[in-house]
């Protein structure tokens, strides 16, 4: 395998979903879910900044993935399909590899891959991944971030702060257990309880760039103010054997939890119906930004709350 032909060929093998065309149509051509909204999202990966350049292909197809799969879980969406963005750079090996990769990837998600784009990149740049997502929403509708109401309680599904030590780890930072690698590498976008409680939020997203910085963007998007207290941000029994600072959780990002605004008792009947673990960890009031506190005392902000790039 070498060149676009050559990749092109081989996903063709992965893209048998009618709407693909086998790959050899100008576009996918998709029927529309009927009375259903559409969810659309498209995330990238950067070699480098997203991932190491010494992780393994199969793993970065499978998160180039499961981000996006993550945004459709916050939107209580079902996947139906992806569109790919590849940038190719030589590595043949790293190709056939990736392929392999995303193949069992879409298998586990039982999503198609629909098409996408193939470009060379300049010898010697980080490599660069794209992936559109495109979903089907519930009859209700989808959740907002701009939704939550005064009152309402900010859930978080655990745990946060696993793959930000994952990364220490593979930047031979620290050393841990391998479920931390795992949870940089491998995130399990939250599908099926995103779903479930969709209904029953007033506004919804995933923890991508940090617990903080996501959960004042529900705050600033809702025109409310949000309190979250560090001593309930779930820690998992592995990050507080490594003595994780609930703050730097709270910071690293990387978590592909859910992050929502409810007022429902049927938020806890549901995650431990689904043995999902939630933590609620604040609340929304009227009036605006994010204030920390640890078991109810008050704690600085910290300069970052989060991922942003080219910050
Ligand atoms: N280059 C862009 N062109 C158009 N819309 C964009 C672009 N970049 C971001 N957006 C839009 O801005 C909004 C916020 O994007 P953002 O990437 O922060 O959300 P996210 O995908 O949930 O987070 P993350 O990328 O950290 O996983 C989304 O509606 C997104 O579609
Ligand atoms: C090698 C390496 N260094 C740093 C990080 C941390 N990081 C990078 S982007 C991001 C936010 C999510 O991305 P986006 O906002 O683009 O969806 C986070 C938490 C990483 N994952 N890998
Ligand atoms: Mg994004
Ligand atoms: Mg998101
Ligand atoms: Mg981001």
Same mark, same amino acid.
């Given at each position: 395998?070498?060149?676009?032909?050559?990749?092109?060929?081989?996903?063709?093998?992965?893209?048998?979903?009618?709407?693909?065309?086998?790959?050899?149509?100008? &576009? &996918?051509?998709?029927?529309?879910?009927?009375?259903?909204?559409?969810?659309?999202?498209?995330?990238?990966?950067?070699?480098?900044? *997203?991932?190491?350049?010494?992780?393994?292909?199969?793993?970065?197809?499978?998160?180039?993935?499961?981000?996006?799969?993550?945004?459709? =879980?916050?939107?209580?969406?079902?996947?139906?399909?992806?569109?790919?963005?590849?940038?190719?750079?030589?590595?043949?090996?790293?190709?056939?590899?990736?392929?392999?990769?995303?193949?069992?990837?879409?298998?586990?998600?039982?999503? $198609?891959?629909?098409?996408?784009?193939?470009?060379? +990149?300049?010898?010697?740049?980080?490599?660069?991944?794209?992936?559109?997502?495109?979903? +089907?929403?519930?009859?209700?509708?989808?959740?907002?971030?701009?939704?939550?109401?005064?009152?309402?309680?900010?859930?978080?599904?655990?745990?946060?702060?696993?793959?930000?030590?994952?990364?220490?780890?593979?930047?031979?930072?620290?050393?841990?257990? @391998?479920?931390?690698?795992?949870?940089? @590498?491998?995130?399990?976008?939250?599908?099926?309880?995103?779903?479930?409680?969709? $209904?029953?939020?007033?506004?919804? =997203?995933?923890?991508?760039?940090?617990?903080?910085?996501?959960? @004042?963007?529900?705050?600033?998007?809702?025109?409310? &103010?949000?309190?979250?207290?560090?001593?309930?941000? $779930?820690?998992?029994?592995?990050?507080?054997?490594?003595?994780? =600072?609930?703050?730097?959780?709270?910071?690293?990002?990387?978590?592909? +939890?859910?992050?929502?605004?409810?007022?429902?008792?049927?938020?806890?009947?549901?995650?431990?119906?689904?043995?999902?673990?939630?933590?609620?960890?604040?609340?929304?009031? +009227?009036?605006?930004?994010?204030?920390?506190?640890?078991?109810?005392?008050?704690?600085?902000?910290?300069?970052?709350?989060?991922?942003? *790039?080219?910050?």
């Amino acid at each position: 395998m070498s060149g676009e032909g050559d990749l092109i060929a081989r996903l063709r093998g992965l893209a048998t979903h009618p709407a693909a065309r086998s790959l050899l149509d100008d &576009a &996918a051509v998709l029927p529309a879910p009927l009375g259903r909204d559409l969810v659309l999202t498209h995330d990238m990966l950067v070699a480098g900044v *997203h991932f190491l350049p010494d992780c393994p292909a199969g793993d970065v197809a499978w998160k180039l993935l499961a981000v996006n799969l993550s945004d459709l =879980a916050a939107k209580g969406a079902t996947p139906i399909g992806v569109l790919m963005g590849y940038g190719l750079t030589g590595d043949t090996a790293w190709d056939a590899a990736f392929v392999d990769g995303l193949a069992r990837a879409l298998a586990h998600f039982d999503v $198609p891959l629909l098409g996408g784009d193939t470009v060379a +990149q300049p010898k010697g740049d980080a490599r660069v991944l794209g992936l559109t997502a495109i979903g +089907q929403a519930l009859a209700g509708g989808a959740p907002d971030r701009r939704g939550a109401k005064p009152g309402d309680h900010l859930w978080v599904t655990g745990p946060i702060g696993d793959a930000g030590l994952g990364l220490r780890i593979a930047l031979g930072e620290i050393e841990g257990p @391998r479920r931390l690698l795992k949870a940089y @590498r491998l995130p399990m976008p939250r599908l099926a309880f995103g779903r479930t409680i969709a $209904p029953h939020v007033s506004a919804m =997203a995933d923890v991508s760039d940090g617990l903080l910085i996501d959960a @004042r963007r529900i705050a600033d998007a809702s025109g409310l &103010a949000v309190t979250i207290d560090l001593a309930t941000v $779930p820690l998992s029994d592995e990050a507080r054997t490594l003595g994780l =600072a609930p703050l730097t959780a709270a910071t690293a990002g990387d978590d592909y +939890q859910l992050l929502f605004a409810s007022s429902s008792a049927e938020i806890e009947r549901i995650a431990a119906e689904q043995r999902v673990p939630i933590a609620c960890v604040g609340r929304f009031d +009227q009036g605006s930004g994010l204030t920390i506190v640890d078991n109810g005392g008050p704690v600085a902000l910290p300069t970052s709350l989060g991922w942003e *790039h080219g910050a």
